[in-house]
């Protein structure tokens, strides 16, 4: 069993745990640092998903209510009408969510008119400018008037202050533009605030996130929702929290981390953006243009006024700018918005790193557990995201680290199953001819299972040769390639029967071979099944010479192929033997020995298959057992006494076989108290029995009378030692 080839198989390779680390390390700096939007594209469908599946109920948060106003158009009556008729309900705040669509502005007309036309720039002179009569209606109410970030126009005049808690400036994240447009300077003066309405969807177009703050230039412009908030208050300053104290922000910048409120921080991302908490039944909240007075409007409630059939996409579906500005101002007031803190990434990240190490670790015990572990950590780690959104509003991202554990096990497995194959093929090459292929594969799969640094075990060792080999050769002393291929075909069946029952082939020799088993792998059954082997190589031999006799050989009789067997069980020492870069797996010891002995004197007892009396002891169940002989391997040692398989368990409970047991057991008890006539009478006896071996009892008679002629001494153990050939 030369294993020079397979010596690479024996440790698993680097690249069992290199694919899936490297793809582990990959999934840590994609959650970390977000390369190339990974983590947000596959959180956001996660959180997207959760907010489908539970939305926020819609109620009126903080004893708030907000309500959405939209109007077919914008245009200056219309407002004034709807401003004037919300004062009146008693509407707390009033929100333009788009920009007044103004009429021509008398001035511009004028500086067009032709010269001579003093009359009509007069009369022009007089008329107020656009946005003069809406000015008036907001003068006795809170409104906050929209800024169109990005569009060129009249710079807006920002009535809110930003200031922040931490000793960096936080802004350098928050979203930039390079032009704005206010509203009419009239009706900027008269509210109570201005905001951007500019709402920023993510690359794939849905709004997920409302900013907080933008900045146009070196300036700071709040967002609609952080503006009504302080109009609410009756604050000038908007007041964010640094996110410096977070370590990622060694990585991104320092940005914000919260904006601060009565009721609480507000978590933010690092470029001051809410991400909303969307509510279901969101068109509760609408109020119907058409109808008198809106009477279903609640005193102190903050409406939100848009223009009608404009869309954008939020994760529960299309919904109005205004509606969407709505919930922002509800998730303000109530604290109701989603929260990614800072350490969710960390932690994330972690957690993918210690299940991936894990994995790792686990993929040399096979795919199984690393199966099962990649399995119970996604879903673990899945049922404490959708924990924490549904009882606390976080958001955890199990999506990123689930995937990429699942990635890094699929490459684990790959290189595993990779591993296998070439640990398969080069054990194949190796031991094809002498492991059982369920044994390889087991090696295979756990190579320290092969131990060729030696240890001691118990194992079962079984001989077998092809008796009467020099007559065999004689008669085929002109036929080379016959001889050769008669024990090829004999001894084929043979060695399948030992690989069969589970047994590891040790030797060949041109008459036999031999073979052992409980080692390299355990079999607690070890005796049982090489007696098993045993009994299934003489039914085989039995039909190779039958095989022979059918196809015939002219005058010449069939030659017979009759085998002996010889089994013993003990301790040996198994492990790798040999040298010069060829090494085989073997045993050496006393169990080797004897069986070798008991297949050389199988022939002088007639029946084939010899056991030892401890393969006896643990396979009595199995087969009916003759005691045949005592021996000892030398002059001091001990006696073994020898048994022959003659049947399975049917045939031990059949009256033939028990009364020839117990005329055996009569005859060896005759000879060790050195009766020997009385042991003569027995045998006698037994030889009229069916089943008995005559060639058994003529050697047994030889030995008496060799002892009554040499007697062997008070103090005979029993054993016969000058064996009689």
């Known amino acids: 069993m030369d294993s020079s080839k397979t010596s690479m198989t024996w440790s698993r390779p680097l690249s069992l745990w290199l694919a899936p680390a490297l793809l582990l390390a990959l999934g840590t700096v994609a959650i970390l640092t977000d390369s190339f939007g990974i983590e947000a594209g596959i959180s956001d469908r996660l959180f997207d998903a959760y907010q489908r599946h539970a939305a926020r109920p819609f109620a009126d948060t903080a004893g708030v209510p907000v309500r959405v106003l939209e109007l077919p158009s914008l245009d200056e009556d219309s407002l004034v009408k709807a401003t004037r008729t919300l004062s009146a309900q008693g509407a707390a705040i009033i929100v333009f969510a788009a920009p007044l669509q103004p009429g021509p502005s008398p001035q511009s007309l004028a500086a067009r008119l032709p010269p001579g036309s003093d009359a009509a720039r007069t009369a022009l002179a007089k008329l107020p400018e656009p946005g003069h009569d809406l000015a008036a209606a907001i003068a006795d109410t809170k409104a906050v008037a929209p800024v169109m970030l990005g569009l060129a126009g009249r710079q807006p005049h920002i009535k809110a202050r930003f200031v922040y808690r931490g000793t960096s400036d936080p802004f350098a994240l928050v979203p930039h533009f390079d032009a704005a447009a206010a509203s009419p300077a009239l009706l900027e003066t008269n509210a109570a605030g201005s905001a951007a309405a500019n709402l920023m969807p993510d690359g794939d177009g849905v709004v997920r996130r409302m900013p907080l703050v933008f900045r146009v230039g070196a300036a700071l412009v709040p967002g609609m929702a952080a503006e009504v908030l302080r109009v609410a208050a009756g604050k000038s300053n908007i007041t964010v929290i640094s996110n410096e104290h977070n370590p990622l922000s060694f990585l991104a910048g320092v940005g914000i981390a919260a904006l601060e409120t009565k009721n609480g921080p507000i978590v933010t991302d690092d470029g001051g953006r809410v991400r909303l908490r969307y509510a279901a039944n969101a068109f509760e909240r609408l109020l119907n243009p058409d109808a008198p007075n809106l009477n279903d409007l609640r005193p102190g409630a903050i409406v939100v006024v848009g223009a009608a ?9 299309a919904a109005s700018p205004a509606s969407i500005i709505a919930e922002s101002i509800e998730n303000l007031i109530g604290n109701t918005a989603l929260s990614r803190p800072g350490w969710a990434r960390p932690l994330e990240a972690l957690v993918l790193a210690a299940l991936g190490t894990a994995m790792i670790t686990l993929l040399r015990f096979g795919l199984g557990w690393s199966a099962a572990l990649v399995m119970a950590g996604a879903l673990l780690l899945g049922l404490l995201s959708w924990y924490l959104y549904t009882a606390q509003n976080l958001l955890l991202d199990a999506a990123t680290p689930a995937l990429f554990l699942a990635l890094a096990f699929v490459a684990g497995a790959m290189a595993w199953i990779q591993d296998l194959r070439l640990a398969y093929a080069g054990l194949r090459m190796a031991f094809s001819d002498s492991l059982p292929r369920a044994t390889i594969e087991k090696i295979a799969r756990r190579p320290h299972l092969l131990k060729l640094e030696g240890e001691t075990r118990t194992v079962t060792y079984l001989v077998c040769g092809v008796r009467g080999l020099t007559g065999l050769a004689a008669d085929f002393k002109n036929d080379a390639a016959g001889f050769t291929s008669l024990m090829q075909r004999a001894l084929t069946p043979l060695i399948d029967q030992a690989l069969a029952h589970g047994g590891t082939i040790d030797r060949l020799t041109a008459d036999g071979f031999a073979a052992f088993w409980n080692a390299p792998l355990d079999d607690t059954d070890h005796a049982l099944h090489a007696c098993e082997a045993a009994n299934g190589m003489a039914i085989m031999s039995s039909r190779v010479t039958e095989a022979l006799a059918q196809q015939g ?28 870069g060829r090494m085989g797996y073997s045993v050496h010891g006393d169990a080797v020995a004897l069986a070798q002995r008991l297949q050389a004197l199988s022939h002088q007892y007639g029946p084939a298959l010899i056991v030892s009396d401890e393969t006896r002891r643990q396979a009595e169940r199995g087969f009916a057992f003759l005691e045949i002989d005592t021996i000892a391997m030398g002059a001091k040692a001990s006696p073994t006494t020898l048994y022959a398989i003659l049947g399975n368990p049917v045939a031990k409970a059949s009256p033939k076989f028990r009364a020839l047991t117990v005329f055996h057991d009569h005859i060896f008890q005759a000879i060790r108290k050195q009766h020997w006539q009385m042991a003569r009478e027995l045998i006698a006896q037994c030889r009229r029995l069916s089943g008995a071996s005559q060639k058994m009892y003529d050697l047994h008679l030889a030995r008496i009378a060799y002892y009554e002629k040499h007697p062997p001494g008070e103090n005979w153990d029993g054993a016969f030692r000058p064996i009689l050939e």
Do not use: K, W
Request: avoid cysteine; charged fraction near 10%; glycine fraction near 28%.
């Open 309 to 317: 059939g404009q869309m954008a996409r939020t994760p529960l579906g």
């Open 553 to 580: 050989h002219g005058e010449d009789p069939p030659p017979l192929v009759a085998i002996g067997v010889g089994i013993a069980t003990g301790s040996v020492i198994a492990g790798g033997f040999g040298g010069y």
